[in-house]
């Protein structure tokens, strides 16, 4: 992070977490307590560690952390931005289409796993099939690799696709609230295709949410519908990749409670579209941009056909007969 981002950041959190000197002592400057939490977003650095670089007790740093962390998501949390109309929804569309090669894409859709200590008495409600105990970041992602959406705390033990059954995204789309256009054309295909999400199989296969085909006999058909897919699908995890390189707390196990790891959570997503928009080139690393069965319905499976079809005929890319088999 530059200056001068830095002291835009300084200039929109300071107010939320300025504190008043008494005759006591005196207080924290509220760009020290943002170069604080920043420093521990950016290290995964203990409170002892942190302690000693800033000369502030533990006790202090305990509770700077969390309050600037929610002060960030406060002002910043606008960063991540649902589309609201049906034209913004077909920006989003048309960008993937011409930065990813895939039609009607709303965004990338991919879950990860936050490391946690877990709650007293909570048993083994917070343990993930990975073995370790944490809470679920779900997120969707733009062509741009900024998130759109993200859904965070639910405890590790459910899927990535059981939080996206629950998320407030999922119910808005199904009872129609998201001024999504239902369906448009494809050159070469007699009929609509609805506007959709790509995922991996971690998610259920459904009319507005892609998943790769199953299995390893597939057609040369599948397994380029499989590669288009593969490769729109890459912008989540380069997102979650960026955010990891970044934010190097999510490379520990972190010491909090629940609430104030998603705040933590919340501040490190807000500040990673935040500077993707801010300083693109410094922030996003140049070589990033690039890197159980679950039964989907009978029109879901007709919808990744048509898909199929598509890029397979109208929609080819010159590359894609090279590459489908590394996917």
Same mark, same amino acid.
């Given at each position: ?10 200039? &929109? !959190? ?5 504190? $008043? ?22 290290? =995964? ?28 998501? %406060? ?16 920006? !989003?569309?048309?960008?993937? /289409?011409?930065?990813?090669?895939? #039609?009607?894409? &709303? ?5 990860? %796993?936050?490391?946690?200590?877990? #709650?007293? %008495? ?7 099939? *990975? ?9 969707? +992602? ?7 959406? +993200?859904?965070?705390?639910?405890? =590790?033990?459910?899927?990535?696709? =059981?939080? /996206? =059954?629950?998320? *407030? ?34 998610? #259920?296969?459904? #009319?507005?949410?892609? *998943? ?5 006999? &597939? ?45 933590? !959570? ?5 500040? %990673?579209?935040? &500077? ?10 140049? @070589? ?12 879901? *499976?007709?919808?990744? @056909? ?12 010159? /590359?894609?007969? $090279? $590459?489908?088999?590394?996917?």
């Amino acid at each position: 992070m530059d200056v001068s981002t830095f002291e835009e950041l300084v200039a &929109l !959190v300071s107010p939320s977490i300025e504190r $008043n000197n008494t005759s006591m002592r005196e207080a924290i400057p509220a760009a020290e307590r943002i170069a604080l939490t920043l420093r521990y977003l950016a290290t =995964g650095e203990t409170q002892s560690s942190l302690s000693y670089q800033f000369r502030i007790a533990q006790n202090t740093i305990s509770g700077i952390i969390p309050a600037v962390c929610s002060a960030i998501y %406060h002002h910043l949390g606008s960063e991540i931005q649902v589309p609201e109309s049906e034209n913004e929804w077909k920006m !989003v569309a048309e960008e993937f /289409w011409a930065k990813w090669n895939f #039609p009607l894409c &709303l965004g990338a859709m991919d879950g990860k %796993h936050i490391r946690i200590k877990p #709650p007293p %008495h909570s048993g083994a409600t917070y343990r993930n099939y *990975k073995g370790f105990f944490s809470i679920v970041l779900l997120a969707v +992602v733009d062509a741009n690799l900024k998130f759109l959406y +993200v859904d965070v705390g639910t405890n =590790g033990r459910v899927s990535d696709g =059981g939080v /996206w =059954g629950k998320s *407030k995204l999922r119910q808005s789309i199904t009872n129609g609230d998201m001024n999504i256009s239902e369906a448009a054309t494809l050159p070469g295909l007699a009929s609509n295709l609805p506007f959709v999400i790509v995922a991996d199989d971690a998610f #259920p296969l459904m #009319p507005n949410i892609m *998943k790769p085909y199953p299995g390893s006999n &597939l057609s040369k058909e599948c397994l380029i519908f499989n590669y288009r897919l593969s490769r729109a699908r890459r912008v989540s995890e380069n997102a979650f990749g960026i955010l990891a390189a970044r934010f190097r707390v999510f490379g520990t196990t972190i010491l909090t409670s629940v609430p104030n790891t998603k705040l933590i !959570v919340l501040a490190a997503c807000s500040l %990673h579209n935040f &500077l993707t928009n801010r300083s693109k080139n410094t922030y996003i690393p140049k @070589d990033s941009a690039d890197r159980e069965d679950i039964r989907g319905s009978n029109y879901a *499976k007709d919808v990744r @056909d048509r898909f199929c079809n598509f890029f397979n005929a109208e929609g080819a890319v010159p /590359w894609q007969d $090279n $590459n489908y088999t590394l996917h």
